[in-house]
C-alpha cells in the first residue's frame, strides 16, 4: 500500500493503541480459526509475532510474543508444543495463573511513551494465582492440599531452576498478597478469586542476561533454530537500552466469553514476550532513521517456524497523520491492515507466506520520516519517584504523578511495597487529593513488608505529590549484603490506571476479567542507603569489650575478697633483695654440696642451716 | 595488696575496711611502722615460708569470714555458672547417635552365601548375584520414585511432520506393568516432543549392501544434544528418559549397528541409569526431500521396546535376556523384589556408616533432632527389614528397606549438617579468651591461694589436737 497522506491527529496513545490491539488482534483470529472444528481442540497450538514500533526518538520498539496453547487439563502428562517444563510447575504446585518479568533497565514512558505489555519494573518480578483447595473441579491438582506459603516457596524455587535467575531470593519477607491490583487475566472460577490466593513479589536488584534467556528460548517449540526466535541474539538484546523477557500463563477460553466456559473448551496459555528498545545504526552512524532486522539482530530470517500456525511481523505506522504513516517499507507488505476502533495502521508481514520473501532470506528494512520531533506524543500518565532526606537517621520516598490528560480527570490505584527495614510513618503520608480507598498493613521484621495500596483521582492536567517518611533502622550484622555500601533496593511503586471513556480505551489493553481497560506503569526502583556498620570491627569490639570487663572485674574482685593488712618493715623486702637472697642461698647450696661431695663431714648440715637466712 | 596480705601477720590482725584505713596503711609503710600501729600487733616471724608443721611458733590464720566468702562465692560463680555457660554456647548441639548399632549392621552384599537362594512354600526364588560389577551398575539406584519420560525428538520438523499417540499405548502396555512394580517405587510416566536438535551425526553406509549405518559412538551424540532440551524436572525424583530420534529424511532409513558392524534388531541402545535411546525408521521408498511428510509413530513397537529397557534398568531381566515377552513375571518379580529390598537395605546402611564415621571424625557437625530422628528410623527400619526378611516376609521387607533408604537418605542430604561445618575449634576459645583470661585468672588464683592457707591451717590443727593428748 502506497503512504498516504491522512489527517495529522495529536493522539497521545498513539503506541500504546497499536500493540494492545494486535494483542486482540491475534486473540480473535485465533478463535475464529479454531471455532470450526472443535475435535481439533486437543491439539496444542503456536503462534509467533514480532511488532516493530519505531519510536519518536529514533529508538526501535520491538516486541516478540510466542503463544502456545494447550487444552487445560488437571494432569499435564502428555505434551506436544507447550513446554512440559511449565506445564509440570503449573501442576506441580496447583497454579491457576504465572506471571514472570525479568527486565534490565528502566522502561522511560516520559520519551518512549506507552508500549504494549512492556510495563515491566526494574529486575525480576513475578506474582501468582493459586488454585483454591478444592477437589470439585475438573483442574485441580493433589498439590492445592499445601499451603499457598509453601506452594509460593516452592514455585519461586522451580522458577529460579527453570530460569537460572535468583528467584529463591523471594521470601515471605519480601512478597505480599495484593488487595486490588494484579487480578487474575484469564478464567477465574467461584471461588479463585480470593487475596488469600494470589502472591506477588519483585527482586529489583536480579540481573537480567544470557544466562536467563538461553532456557527462555529453550522453551519455545522451535527453540532458536528456526523462526522469529533466530532473532534473538543475546549479544544485540542485552546491549539494547530496555530488555524485558516475560512469561505469562493464564487459562483462557477458546471462544471469547469469559464469563461462561465449558470445561472443555478451556485452554492453558504461556505466552513468552521478549521485549527490547534499540537505537538502529552505530555511534558513528548518523542515519538512525533506516533501520533493517539484519542490522539490528545480524541474524537473517529464512522462514517461519514450521510449527506455527500463524508466523507474523507487524509494523506499527501509526495513527492517521502520523508522520510514521509514510515510512518507507522493503519489502512490500504482505497486507496492511487498520484497527477498526481509530484507525490504526499496521504492515504486516505473514512469513508462513513464500510470496512475502523477497528472496532466499528474508530481510525488512524501514526509513522513518525525519519530520518527527521527540517528546511530540507525551503519555497520559507519567510517574516519578525518588529518595529524598539526608543522613543515616531518617528519609523519605516521594512520588510525582502527572495527568496530562487536559480534559479528564485519572482515577489511579497506587500499590506501594516497602522493606520492613525501613520504619514507615504511615500518618506522614499526605495527598493533596482525598483518597478514595486505601489498605495498609505494616511490616513485620524479617516476616512481612509494608504493603499500601491507595486509590485517588488526579486532576485533569495537574500533578500530584506525595511523600511517606521512614527511620533507617541498623540490620543485625549477618543482614548485610557483601556490599552493603551500595545501598538497599526499595521496589518500584506500581500505578495502574483505570480508564473510564471507550476513546482512551481503544488505545490500551483489555485486561480479562475487568469490565474497563486500564494500564500498569512501574515508577523507578531505589536504592537507600542504611547506616552501615564497619564491618572489619567485630573482633575489635570483641576484644575491647572484653579488656573493659576485665579491667573493671579485676578490681572489684580483689577489692571484695581481699583485705589490707599491714604487714612488717622487715618482710616487706623489695623485691631485688629477695632475689639477691634466693641468689646467694643457691651458691651457698651448690658450695655445701660440693664440700660435701669433698668432704663427707657433719659440719656442712650447719652450713646449709644458716645459709638461707643469710 | 596481695604481696602485704602474704607476709602479714599471723597472730592477730586488723581488718580494715574503711578509705581511711587504707590511708594509714600507706602511711605506716612509709613512715615508722611501729610507732603508728596499735601496740596490740604482736611480732611477727620474719620468715613466711616456715612450714606450719612446726607447731606453737606461727600458728596459720584463716582469712576473716567474709573475705572468704567473697572468694568462695567467685570461685563458685565461676566454676557453677561461667563454666557451664560457656561450655553450652560453644559446643555444638550433637544429639546422641546409635554409633555402635551401625557398626554393627552388615550388608547383604557381606553376607551372601547366606541368600542365594530361598525356598517359598511352592518355588524356589534364586537371587540373581551380579557376577560383575559394571553388571550392578545397569540397574537403577535405590530409589522411592521414578519420573519417566518418553520424548519424541524431530530434528527436522520442517521436512517431516511427526505425530504420535503414545499415551494410549503407555496406558495400554505400561501402565498395567508399572502397577505391579509398585512395591519398589511410585512412578509416574508423561511424555513430550522435541524438535530441531542437531545431533551432527555422521551416518555410515555399509559397504556391502549400501544401507545407511550408524555407529553406537555417532548415535550417542543424540543423547549429548537432546539432553539440554529435556526440560529440568520440578522434582527430585529420578527420571527415566527414553527417546524416540526420527532421523531426517535424508538419513532414512537408518539402521543401528553394534561394535562388529552387526545390525541391532530393535535399531534401539539403551545407557545405564539415564534411559535408552531408539532410531525410528520410515519405511518404505525413499522420500522426496522438498515435501514435507505426515510421519505417524507405530507406538506400540516403541512401547514394546522401551518396556524391554525399562526392566533392565530395574533389574527385571539381565542383558542376556533379550526381550521382555522372555520374562516370567511370577518367578522373577519376586526375585526383583528381594533385589531391590537388598540394594535398598545396603545403600541404606551404608549411607549410615558414612554419616556415623563423618561424624565420629568432625565433631563440629551439628546433628539437630530432626536428623537423629531420621537416624535412628532408618536403623530400625534396616532391622525390621531384616526381620521381615527372614520371615520371609518380602514385600514386608521392601517397604520397609524404602523407608530405611529414604530416611538415611534424608539424614545424610539434611542441609543443617554444613552448618557448622567450617567452624574451627580454635576459635570457639579465641573468641572467648580476651573475657575470659583476665576475668578468671584472678578468680583462679585466689581460690587456690585460699584453698592452700585452708589445708594448712587444717593440717596445723590437726597437729595440735594430736599434741595436746600427748602433752
Given at each position: 500500500m502506497e503512504p498516504s497522506n491522512f489527517r495529522r491527529k495529536n493522539v497521545g496513545l498513539r503506541l500504546l493503541a497499536i500493540l494492545m490491539c494486535c494483542g486482540r488482534w491475534t486473540e480473535c483470529a485465533a478463535s475464529s480459526g479454531d471455532s470450526s472444528s472443535v475435535q481439533h481442540l486437543l491439539a496444542d497450538s503456536f503462534r509467533e509475532e514480532l511488532l516493530i514500533t519505531p519510536l519518536d526518538t529514533e529508538h526501535l520498539h520491538l516486541q516478540f510474543k510466542f503463544t502456545i496453547t494447550t487444552p487445560r487439563r488437571a494432569h499435564y502428562g502428555h505434551v506436544d508444543l507447550f513446554p512440559k517444563s511449565v506445564a509440570d510447575v503449573m501442576e506441580k504446585h496447583a497454579l491457576e495463573e504465572l506471571h514472570l518479568v525479568l527486565t534490565q533497565g528502566l522502561y522511560r514512558h516520559r520519551q518512549w511513551g506507552y508500549a504494549a505489555e512492556a510495563w515491566a519494573p526494574t529486575g525480576a518480578q513475578v506474582y501468582a494465582w493459586f488454585s483454591p483447595d478444592d477437589t470439585s473441579t475438573p483442574f485441580s491438582s493433589a498439590a492445592s492440599q499445601h499451603s499457598v506459603d509453601q506452594r509460593w516457596k516452592g514455585l519461586t524455587n522451580s522458577l529460579a531452576g527453570l530460569f537460572?535467575?535468583?528467584?529463591?531470593?523471594?521470601t515471605n519477607a519480601k512478597s505480599i498478597s495484593p488487595v486490588w491490583q494484579f487480578r487474575p487475566q484469564g478464567l477465574t472460577r467461584a471461588g479463585s478469586v480470593n487475596n488469600s490466593l494470589v502472591r506477588y513479589s519483585t527482586l529489583p536488584r536480579e540481573n537480567v542476561c544470557t544466562e536467563n534467556l538461553t532456557p527462555w528460548k529453550k522453551l519455545l517449540p522451535c527453540g532458536e533454530q528456526s523462526g522469529l526466535a533466530r532473532l534473538l541474539n543475546a549479544i544485540k538484546l542485552l546491549s539494547s537500552h530496555y530488555f524485558s523477557l516475560a512469561l505469562n500463563v493464564r487459562p483462557v477460553c477458546n471462544n471469547d466469553n469469559r464469563k461462561s466456559c465449558a470445561v472443555e473448551e478451556q485452554l492453558l496459555q504461556a505466552t513468552f514476550t521478549a521485549t527490547a528498545v534499540i537505537q538502529p545504526g552505530s555511534v558513528q552512524d548518523f542515519n538512525k532513521l533506516h533501520w533493517s532486522l539484519k542490522d539490528i539482530f545480524e541474524v537473517e530470517l529464512e522462514r517461519g517456524c514450521p510449527l506455527a500456525d500463524q508466523s507474523l511481523i507487524y509494523v506499527d505506522q501509526g495513527l492517521p497523520g502520523s508522520p510514521m504513516q509514510e515510512m518507507a517499507l522493503q519489502p512490500f507488505p504482505s497486507f496492511t491492515m487498520a484497527l477498526p476502533e481509530n484507525n490504526h495502521r499496521l504492515a504486516v508481514y505473514d512469513?508462513?507466506?513464500?510470496?512475502?520473501?523477497?528472496?532466499p532470506k528474508f530481510t525488512l528494512s524501514g526509513k522513518s520520516p525525519s519530520t518527527v520531533q521527540p517528546g511530540l506524543h507525551e503519555p497520559l500518565l507519567t510517574t516519578h519517584r525518588f529518595v529524598a532526606g539526608y543522613g543515616q537517621h531518617k528519609g523519605a520516598i516521594k512520588c510525582r504523578l502527572e495527568n496530562h490528560d487536559p480534559t479528564s480527570a485519572l482515577r489511579v490505584q497506587y500499590l506501594e511495597v516497602l522493606p520492613w527495614f525501613l520504619r514507615v510513618y504511615l500518618h506522614t503520608l499526605r495527598l493533596s487529593v482525598p483518597i478514595l480507598r486505601s489498605h495498609f498493613r505494616p511490616a513485620r521484621d524479617r516476616i512481612a513488608p509494608h504493603h499500601i495500596e491507595l486509590l485517588f483521582d488526579i486532576p485533569s492536567a495537574s500533578s500530584i505529590e506525595f511523600a511517606v517518611e521512614f527511620d533507617l533502622t541498623l540490620l543485625k550484622w549477618t543482614e548485610y549484603p557483601p556490599d552493603a555500601h551500595r545501598g538497599f533496593d526499595v521496589p518500584p511503586a506500581v500505578v495502574a490506571v483505570m480508564l473510564k471513556s471507550p476513546e482512551q480505551c481503544s488505545h490500551v489493553t483489555m485486561m480479562p476479567g475487568f469490565d474497563s481497560c486500564f494500564l500498569r506503569l512501574y515508577t523507578e526502583a531505589l536504592l537507600v542507603n542504611l547506616p552501615t556498620p564497619d564491618f572489619s570491627m567485630p573482633y575489635n569490639v570483641i576484644c575491647m569489650t572484653c579488656t573493659v570487663l576485665a579491667l573493671a572485674f579485676g578490681p572489684i574482685h580483689a577489692y571484695t575478697s581481699k583485705s589490707l593488712v599491714v604487714g612488717e618493715k622487715e618482710s616487706a623486702q623489695r623485691p631485688l633483695v629477695k632475689l639477691k637472697n634466693k641468689v646467694k642461698a643457691l651458691i651457698a647450696k651448690w658450695k655445701a654440696r660440693r664440700t660435701r661431695v669433698a668432704v663427707p663431714d657433719s659440719t656442712s648440715s650447719a652450713e646449709q642451716d644458716s645459709s638461707p637466712t643469710s | 595488696m596481695t604481696s602485704i596480705r602474704k607476709r602479714e601477720i599471723k597472730g592477730g590482725r586488723r581488718r580494715r575496711d574503711s578509705a581511711e584505713d587504707g590511708q594509714d596503711v600507706a602511711r605506716s609503710n612509709d613512715e615508722h611502722e611501729a610507732e603508728v600501729l596499735p601496740s596490740a600487733v604482736p611480732s611477727v616471724e620474719q620468715r613466711t615460708t616456715s612450714p606450719p608443721s612446726i607447731p606453737d611458733s606461727k600458728p596459720p590464720v584463716l582469712p576473716d569470714f567474709w573475705d572468704s566468702f567473697n572468694t568462695l562465692y567467685y570461685f563458685g560463680v565461676f566454676l557453677l555458672i561461667g563454666v557451664p555457660i560457656w561450655w553450652v554456647t560453644t559446643t555444638t548441639t550433637y544429639s546422641s547417635l546409635p554409633h555402635s548399632q551401625i557398626a554393627a549392621l552388615s550388608t547383604f552384599a557381606q553376607e551372601k552365601g547366606l541368600l542365594r537362594s530361598h525356598q517359598l512354600q511352592d518355588r524356589t526364588v534364586t537371587v540373581v548375584e551380579p557376577a560383575q560389577k559394571w553388571k550392578t551398575f545397569w540397574n537403577l539406584p535405590p530409589l522411592t520414585a521414578v519420573d519417566i519420560v518418553f520424548t519424541l525428538v524431530n530434528p527436522s520438523p520442517e521436512k517431516l511432520k511427526v505425530t504420535w499417540n503414545i499415551e494410549e499405548s503407555l496406558t495400554k502396555h505400561l501402565d498395567p506393568v508399572l502397577s505391579r512394580f509398585l512395591p519398589i517405587a511410585n512412578f509416574t510416566v508423561s511424555s513430550q516432543v522435541v524438535r530441531y536438535i542437531d545431533a551432527q551425526m555422521a551416518v555410515g553406509s555399509d559397504s556391502e549392501t549400501g544401507k545407511k549405518t550408524l555407529t553406537f559412538r555417532e548415535a550417542a551424540k543424540i543423547i549429548n544434544s537432546v539432553e539440554s532440551r529435556l526440560g529440568a524436572s520440578s522434582s527430585d525424583k529420578h527420571v527415566l528418559n527414553f527417546i524416540v530420534y526420527v532421523p531426517p529424511p535424508e538419513q532414512q532409513p537408518t539402521t543401528l549397528v553394534d561394535a562388529d558392524g552387526a545390525a541391532v534388531p530393535t535399531n534401539a541402545f539403551i545407557t545405564p541409569r539415564w534411559g535408552g535411546v531408539m532410531l525410528y525408521t520410515l519405511h518404505g521408498a525413499a522420500l522426496p526431500p522438498s515435501e514435507r511428510h505426515l510421519v505417524e509413530i507405530d507406538v506400540d513397537s516403541v512401547t514394546k521396546v522401551f518396556l524391554t529397557q525399562f526392566f533392565m534398568h530395574i533389574g527385571l531381566i539381565d542383558t542376556e535376556q533379550k526381550y521382555a515377552a522372555n520374562v516370567d513375571f511370577e518367578k522373577d518379580l519376586d526375585a526383583l523384589l528381594i533385589k531391590r529390598m537388598q540394594l535398598n537395605v545396603d545403600d541404606s546402611i551404608s549411607t549410615l556408616k558414612s554419616l556415623s564415621n563423618l561424624l565420629g571424625q568432625m565433631g563440629n557437625i551439628a546433628i539437630n533432632g530432626a536428623v537423629g530422628r531420621n537416624i535412628y528410623e532408618a536403623v530400625d527400619a534396616i532391622k525390621a527389614s531384616k526381620k521381615s526378611f527372614a520371615a520371609k516376609d518380602f514385600p514386608g521387607a521392601l517397604a520397609h528397606s524404602r523407608r530405611a533408604w529414604e530416611k538415611s537418605e534424608k539424614a545424610f542430604y539434611d542441609p543443617s549438617l554444613l552448618e557448622q561445618l567450617y567452624f574451627p575449634e580454635d576459635q570457639k576459645f579465641a573468641i572467648y579468651v580476651p573475657l575470659f583470661l583476665p576475668a578468671c585468672l584472678p578468680v583462679v588464683t585466689s581460690g587456690v591461694k585460699w584453698s592452700m592457707t585452708f589445708l594448712k591451717w587444717r593440717k596445723f590443727n590437726q597437729a595440735q589436737n594430736t599434741k595436746q593428748p600427748l602433752e
Open positions: 537460572c535467575a535468583t528467584l529463591n531470593d523471594v512469513l508462513a507466506n513464500s510470496t512475502t520473501f523477497n528472496g | -
